[in-house]
């Protein structure tokens, strides 16, 4: 659906290696995180998809199609939520949907654009000039702007960014519908829960570099060495009967409740100790380990 092969780019501003060697291929029906910090090349890499910065080196396919040689063919396929807001701030946003329907050559469009704005919640404001929508509102309507032409693949660079709590998760509501339907989606956020929560795939850039690319549980299993566990007691502990855990790190929590970080691979050791010492334990919870902390992990490294 979309492929990415060998893609390097250098600004001549700053001569910033941006991008060094890239090599994604995107499935169809596929739900797509990138992640990385400030700077990783993020929006450098979903511009040059969406052919509004030039790339130094390699090709990319949409479609099957080269974005070089057949523009206009890559351009149907994908819809691109641009990570800056401001432009065609003249126009409402009625105006600026049948403007960007123009550009496909879309006429008669007027339902499904109606369909847009209200699963936008932007049906009130479909008058409004983009300058006095609110931020959160101008990036709802860069979604439906992107959406017009029913594209197969829709890119998202920060969609959430200022957006409140309530509408993100409108936002997350529409993008699984949206998938379901059939819609190929990669998604760029700082909300590392919004990736865990949607995305079927995580993509991790660090200094313009792939450093993890697996689905998710994969990638959860195989970064997430440590877990916590906590231990529940009938009687109040001390944490000097736990001397014999110290490697794992013993806390007590509300009086009767022993946590301990463990190794995955330590696991069943900690409850040998424990069945050596006789202790009998009531109650069990593993925490399961997040997202957000393996990918700490990995741009820490
Ligand atoms: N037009 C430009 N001219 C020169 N350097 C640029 C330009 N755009 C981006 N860069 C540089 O390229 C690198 C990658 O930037 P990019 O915007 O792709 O990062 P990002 O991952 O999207 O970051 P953020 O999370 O802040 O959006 C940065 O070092 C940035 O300074
Ligand atoms: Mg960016």
Same mark, same amino acid.
């Given at each position: 659906?979309?492929?990415?092969?060998?893609? %390097?780019?250098?600004?001549?501003?700053?001569?910033?290696?941006?991008?060094?060697?890239?090599?994604?291929?995107?499935?169809?029906?596929?739900?797509?995180? !990138?992640?990385?910090?400030?700077?990783?090349?993020? %929006?450098?890499?979903?511009?040059?998809?969406?052919?509004? &910065?030039?790339?130094?080196?390699?090709?990319?396919?949409? #479609?099957?199609?080269?974005?070089?040689?057949?523009?206009?063919?890559?351009?149907?396929?994908?819809?691109? &939520?641009?990570?800056?807001?401001?432009?065609?701030?003249?126009?409402?946003?009625?105006?600026?949907?049948?403007?960007?329907?123009?550009?496909? #050559?879309?006429?008669?469009?007027?339902?499904?654009?109606?369909? !847009?704005?209200?699963?936008?919640?932007?049906?009130?404001? $479909?008058?409004?000039?983009?300058?006095?929508?609110?931020?959160?509102?101008?990036?709802?309507?860069?979604?439906?702007?992107?959406?017009?032409?029913?594209?197969?693949?829709?890119?998202?660079?920060?969609? +959430?960014?200022? *957006?409140? *709590?309530?509408? $993100?998760?409108?936002?997350?509501?529409?993008?699984?519908?949206?998938?379901?339907?059939?819609?190929?989606?990669?998604?760029? +956020?700082?909300?590392?829960?919004?990736?865990?929560?949607?995305?079927?795939?995580?993509?991790?850039?660090?200094?313009?570099?792939? *450093?993890?690319?697996?689905?998710?549980?994969? !990638?959860?299993?195989?970064? %997430?060495?440590?877990?916590?566990?906590?231990?529940?007691?009938?009687?109040?502990?001390?944490?000097?009967?736990?001397?014999?855990?110290?490697?794992?790190?013993?806390?007590?929590?509300?009086?009767?409740?022993?946590?301990?970080?463990?190794?995955?691979?330590?696991?069943?050791?900690?409850?040998?100790?424990?069945?050596?010492?006789?202790?009998?334990?009531?109650?069990?919870? &593993?925490?399961?380990?997040?997202?957000?902390?393996?990918?700490?992990? !990995?741009?820490?490294?």
């Amino acid at each position: 659906m979309l492929s990415i092969s060998n893609v %390097s780019k250098t600004y001549k501003q700053g001569n910033k290696e941006a991008l060094k060697n890239i090599n994604l291929d995107i499935m169809e029906g596929e739900f797509t995180a !990138l992640l990385g910090q400030n700077g990783a090349g993020k %929006s450098t890499l979903i511009n040059i998809m969406a052919g509004n &910065v030039k790339k130094t080196k390699g090709t990319v396919k949409i #479609g099957g199609y080269d974005i070089d040689s057949n523009e206009l063919d890559t351009k149907k396929i994908i819809g691109i &939520v641009p990570q800056d807001t401001g432009y065609d701030f003249i126009f409402t946003v009625d105006e600026a949907l049948k403007k960007q329907s123009g550009y496909f #050559g879309i006429k008669d469009n007027k339902e499904y654009i109606d369909e !847009l704005l209200e699963a936008l919640y932007l049906t009130e404001k $479909r008058s409004a000039r983009l300058r006095d929508l609110s931020g959160g509102m101008r990036r709802r309507f860069l979604i439906a702007k992107a959406l017009v032409h029913k594209p197969k693949i829709l890119i998202l660079d920060e969609p +959430t960014a200022g *957006v409140d *709590v309530e509408m $993100r998760h409108t936002l997350y509501d529409f993008l699984i519908k949206l998938h379901e339907s059939g819609t190929t989606i990669i998604l760029t +956020t700082h909300y590392i829960e919004e990736a865990e929560k949607l995305c079927k795939r995580i993509v991790i850039i660090d200094g313009g570099e792939i *450093v993890a690319d697996k689905p998710k549980e994969e !990638l959860m299993e195989t970064f %997430s060495r440590e877990i916590v566990v906590e231990i529940h007691f009938d009687n109040e502990l001390k944490l000097d009967d736990f001397d014999f855990l110290k490697e794992y790190q013993p806390q007590i929590e509300e009086k009767t409740n022993l946590k301990l970080k463990v190794l995955r691979k330590d696991f069943s050791k900690v409850f040998q100790k424990l069945a050596g010492k006789n202790m009998e334990f009531t109650d069990l919870i &593993v925490e399961k380990p997040k997202l957000e902390d393996i990918y700490l992990n !990995l741009i820490n490294h």
